[in-house]
């Protein structure tokens, strides 16, 4: 059973930043890819950004410059590292995985940013 276990959220002030991790086990496969979505109260969930198992990435125009995610394949993990926050990246953060065709979700990491 693949278990995501997500780290790293809280509270920052605007232009801050933050450090997000999600570490994989549990899969007898190997990752495709890893990602990271966001969900604000009232709106959907989207796409923040992701990396495949070959290292192409993938940004949001709305974090584009501003967030890096990169990943650790020896220890199954991904990270996010957010920088200059701002009050509209507030959301619930969720790493998801793609293995062979399945995706898997964590718990999710609240992330707010206070102006």
């Known amino acids: 059973q693949v278990q995501l276990v997500e780290s790293g959220g809280g509270v920052v002030q605007d232009g801050g930043s933050l450090r997000l991790s999600c570490a994989a086990s549990?899969?007898?496969?190997?990752?495709?890819?890893m990602g990271w979505y966001r969900q604000a109260p009232g709106k959907q969930r989207e796409l923040v950004a992701s990396?495949?198992?070959?290292?192409?990435?993938d940004y949001a125009d709305s974090v584009k410059g501003r967030f890096t995610i990169s990943k650790d394949n020896a220890k199954n993990t991904v990270y996010l590292q957010m920088n200059s926050l701002k009050p509209e990246d507030t959301a619930v953060y969720y790493c998801?995985?793609?293995?062979?065709?399945?995706?898997?979700w964590g718990q999710g990491t609240q992330v707010t940013v206070s102006s």
């Open positions: 998801s995985v793609t293995i062979t065709l399945s995706n898997y």
């Open positions: 549990g899969s007898r496969f190997s990752i495709n890819r």
């Open positions: 990396i495949t198992k070959n290292g192409a990435v």
